[in-house]
């Protein structure tokens, strides 16, 4: 730490003491964290900005493990928390109707884990599961793990930065149930680790009956995560989802049936999983890659490739780019070049199967 109390920043190899790693079962576990700056510092807050999330500065091509792994220690200031202040105190005069709504969820709290915990359990609470202990079982969770810090932030970044409906930070803290699912998820996660098991099924079941968004306690979740809508997402116990990984609504990691142990798929950092997409097993869907919406995953997917269809193929890849960052769905020209070079290779060696065409017209229109 600085003596002016800036942010530093350190590399983290290792998340609340899960193991990072690129093989089976081993991508990068996420958590929470802190930010800020001095006054001193103010004029500098652009470039730091910059330096705090270089993965989402945008237009970037796909930043390494390395520069996405960072953390970010407890500090005086906080960018993006006097930013949700900002935008909260213009809104509130705006619209005089709401400024007892945004004053109660956003300026009367002293940091954004308070205002988080406000809000999350205003959202969760029912006749007897009461807002006020559950803001302090969030406090409590969230002003004692580091990790969790960090991820609120780098998750409301992913929001502000992959959904064009959300325009300000604000409006990820107060109005979009994917940023509140997927923390709230996080804190059940930390009681799930830390034997509360009861209180976190109970949270998991509360989650889903106000989101929509069935995510397991057990399950490890990444940091930078955005969830564009969250209805209908079902994620399981033994599911791993990788850092920066973009889940549209409707998505399923779910198993194959009633086996025991590791049995729902591990999701690379970096990959775009379409709406509606299916991924069932113990399968690995590899770093960058995109599932394309309304597709059966049975079987593992290559890193930097596109999946599609029902059993899903792979019908392309790309390299520079990871879709969760640009997300851009649409098969591009690429894409079609290398359906149609492989399809004239297999039907010049006479190899190709009856469905070669088919996947060319369903990756080229979508399904009749």
Not at 22 to 39: F, I, K, P, T
Not at 158 to 164: I, N
């Amino acid at each position: 730490m600085t003596s002016c109390g800036c942010l530093v920043l350190e590399k983290v190899e290792d998340h609340g003491g899960e193991a990072a790693g690129r093989g089976r079962g081993r991508l990068a576990q996420g958590g929470g964290g802190g930010g800020g700056g001095c006054g001193s510092c103010a004029g500098e807050w652009r470039s730091r900005s910059e330096t705090m999330f270089p993965i989402y500065v945008m237009g970037s091509s796909r930043a390494s493990s390395a520069a996405a792994a960072r953390g970010i220690v407890d500090a005086a200031g906080d960018p993006i928390w006097e930013a949700v202040k900002s935008e909260a105190k213009s809104e509130a005069e705006k619209e005089p109707i709401l400024s007892s709504f945004l004053y109660a969820s956003v300026l009367s709290h002293d940091c954004l884990e308070r205002a988080l915990s406000f809000v999350l359990a205003n959202r969760l609470e029912d006749p007897t599961l009461l807002a006020t202990q559950l803001i302090d079982i969030f406090n409590d969770v969230m002003m004692n793990n580091k990790d969790i810090r960090r991820s609120i932030r780098l998750d409301a970044q992913a929001f502000k930065d992959r959904d064009p409906a959300c325009a300000q930070y604000s409006w990820a803290l107060l109005y979009l149930k994917g940023y509140h699912s997927v923390q709230s998820y996080r804190i059940a996660h930390v009681l799930w680790n830390q034997g509360r098991k009861v209180l976190a099924l109970a949270l998991q079941s509360r989650i889903s009956e106000v989101f929509a968004v069935d995510i397991h306690p057990a399950a490890r979740i990444g940091e930078g995560i955005l969830l564009d809508h969250g209805t209908g997402l079902v994620i399981g116990e033994t599911a791993i989802v990788g850092n920066w990984v973009s889940l549209m609504q409707g998505v399923t990691l779910g198993g194959t049936g009633k086996e025991n142990g590791d049995r729902h798929p591990k999701i690379g950092q970096g990959a775009l999983l379409g709406a509606g997409a299916t991924i069932l097993g113990n399968i690995n869907v590899g770093e960058g890659a995109m599932i394309a919406a309304g597709s059966l995953v049975l079987k593992d997917v290559p890193p930097h490739s596109m999946a599609v269809g029902n059993p899903a193929k792979v019908v392309g890849y790309k390299d520079k780019e990871d879709p969760s960052l640009t997300m851009k769905h649409d098969a591009r020209r690429d894409y079609f070049e290398h359906v149609a070079v492989s399809f004239s290779d297999d039907k010049a060696n006479g190899t190709h199967g009856p469905e070669a065409p088919q996947l060319y017209f369903l990756v080229a229109f979508g399904p009749l």
